[in-house]
């Protein structure tokens, strides 16, 4: 099985939230089974089902996130330098060439996408137009709406 790339940054994000549910949400949730086990009968008690919900939920979630970790090809970005070229974990500053609006994106693992933050998977549409390409070559993608052409203007390893 290949490992999954991440970026140093992104693993770190995925510990502290792996932390957080651990130490903080874990235990707030046994203290509510707790609590809702000492009204009584559980068959009818709607706040224990709901705790217990909670509680697989979570449990899912926490080992969805060590499993991750575990399989984690952490990659520091900071110590690549591809000479201008795109590769995982680089910050791309791009040119919509049809409506002239300029966009950043950072390429990084399927875990800590997040678009409305500018992280791109890998495995997007536009991460895998990018890939290999240099600052100052024009791309298209192909979007929903159609073809897209991008120019790559800048390329950075942070």
């Known amino acids: 099985m290949s490992k ?16 957080q549910m651990k130490s903080v949400e874990r235990p707030k949730i046994i203290e509510a089974i707790a609590e809702a086990r000492a009204h ?6 709607a706040e224990y089902h709901a705790a217990k919900e909670q509680q697989s939920f979570l449990e899912g979630r926490i080992k969805e996130l060590e499993m991750h970790l575990a399989d984690a090809q952490v990659i520091d970005v900071t110590s690549v330098n591809a000479n201008g070229k795109v590769v995982f974990g680089a910050t791309v500053d791009l040119l919509h060439l049809e409506n002239d609006t300029e ?13 409305d933050n500018g ?18 070559d024009v791309t298209s993608v192909q979007a929903p709406g159609g073809e897209v052409e991008y120019e790559i203007l800048e390329v950075r390893y942070e």
Do not use: C, F, W
Not at 4 to 19: C, N, S
Not at 119 to 136: D, F, M, Q, T, Y
């Open 4 to 19: 999954a790339p991440i970026t140093a940054k992104g693993a770190e994000k995925l510990r502290e939230q792996l932390h």
């Open 40 to 45: 009584g009968d559980l068959s009818e008690n």
């Open 103 to 115: 966009v950043t994106y950072q390429i990084v693992g399927e875990m800590e996408a997040d678009i």
């Open 119 to 136: 992280l791109i998977s890998i495995s997007s549409p536009i991460a895998r137009a990018l890939i290999g390409k240099n600052e100052g």
